[in-house]
């Protein structure tokens, strides 16, 4: 009840200054803790109870359930500077964050029940890697999800699944499988320790299996069509927009991180990199580049959130070029951090590196589908398509 009080004023007063400012307290605790996440592969339990006290999971959930409703702006701004002091951090903030959205897709007697609950944690396996089998009053469901950030300390888990009917799949109009999100309590479901990549190792995203477990319909909801029950702007947002900037504010702060230590690199090694005219100028390129992307990025937020605010469906070309922005940011900042790398020196690469471990982070986050360069290909498509019809 003390935390569900602490949660309300936050949220009373303002939110994000709150926010920023119980970051700041944690910062000590999550640059200590940043070397055993890495070698936990998830986050210590000290840390995760921590981030979850100060209701740092709870940035989307509805002003009704007692979480924040940030507005986008403003939660980008945690998650960049959570990323900022470490990127697993700050990466399982972003994804922790993301499933408080999901409350708006439910009845509100079913997204209290989940969201209420100070010590809600959603872990979601987007990916439709299981089946549900329509039964009374709900689906029987079976499955394993790979790469779910927050599964060591979630209390409940999202699972897309495709569904199915008398033994045979369903299909919606336009002649695709029919999937639908189902929400399990962490009892119904069995981690699977898997997660052992090379960067955002901190993040714990290990699988999870479920074998024919009932999920009641209320409990279940479209990811990609439903009606959304909550009023507020945040919840007409498209869910890729959403999901490709919090990943791009996210690499923003983590090359900001690495910035902050190639300074430090540079004043405890003042012979070999400050005093060089090519370090300085990739150090000036690289802060450039860093400073015009999250710029754009800001500015992009900026315009999604006025299209949601005015009830405004943004077009598909529209979309496509918040997405083209976002995957091409993630290119860019690689390859800035990337010259910094190359210019380093073997203190980059040790194992307890800052500089390194920001690195890591970063090509593991660019591994994800929704910020890959794969995406410029089917974008550029859209886009000169788009600019035919225009021209004719």
């Not at 959930?61 to 980008?76: N, Q, W």
């Not at 090694?269 to 090519?278: G, H």
């Amino acid at each position: 009840m003390r935390l569900m009080r602490q949660l309300r004023t936050a949220v009373e007063t303002s939110p994000v200054e709150e926010l920023l400012g119980r970051l700041g307290e944690l910062a000590p605790l999550i640059r200590q803790s940043a070397a055993e996440a890495e070698r936990l592969a998830r986050l210590p339990k000290p840390l995760a109870r921590a981030l979850l006290r100060y209701g740092l999971f709870r940035l989307w959930v509805p002003k009704k359930c007692a979480g924040f409703e940030l507005e986008l702006a403003e939660a980008l701004e945690v998650f960049e500077d959570a990323a900022r002091l470490d990127g697993s951090t700050g990466w399982a903030v972003m994804i922790g964050a993301c499933g408080g959205l999901f409350a708006s897709h439910l009845d509100a007697v079913t997204a209290s029940s989940v969201f209420a609950r100070p010590e809600t944690v959603v872990a979601s396996g987007m990916a439709p890697e299981g089946r549900a089998v329509r039964v009374a009053g709900g689906y029987r469901v079976t499955g394993c999800w790979h790469y779910v950030t927050g599964a060591p300390y979630a209390t409940t888990f999202l699972a897309n699944c495709v569904v199915m009917d008398a033994g045979r799949l369903v299909f919606d109009a336009d002649g695709s499988p029919q999937t639908r999100a189902m929400l399990l309590e962490a009892a119904q479901v069995a981690i699977v320790p898997a997660w052992d990549a090379s960067g955002l190792r901190g993040t714990g995203s290990d699988d999870f299996e479920v074998r024919d477990v009932l999920v009641p319909e209320q409990r279940t909801f479209s990811l990609t069509n439903t009606t959304v029950r909550e009023p507020g702007a945040l919840y007409r947002l498209p869910l890729a927009s959403v999901t490709e900037l919090a990943i791009t504010a996210v690499a923003v702060g983590i090359v900001q991180h690495a910035l902050d230590e190639f300074a430090a690199l540079t004043r405890r090694n003042k012979a070999a990199l400050a005093a060089d005219p090519s370090v300085q100028a990739r150090y000036a390129e690289a802060r450039a580049t860093w400073g015009l992307i999250k710029a754009g990025t800001d500015s992009l937020a900026r315009r999604v959130w006025r299209d949601a605010l005015g009830n405004r469906t943004p077009s598909k070309v529209e979309l496509s070029e918040v997405t083209a922005s976002c995957a091409l940011s993630v290119v860019k900042l690689r390859g800035a951090l990337g010259e910094l790398m190359a210019l380093a020196g073997m203190q980059a690469i040790q194992p307890d590196s800052e500089i390194g471990r920001a690195w890591r982070d970063l090509q593991a986050l660019a591994a994800h589908a929704a910020v890959s360069p794969r995406q410029l290909t089917s974008i550029g498509a859209t886009l000169l398509a788009a600019s035919d019809s225009l021209g004719h």
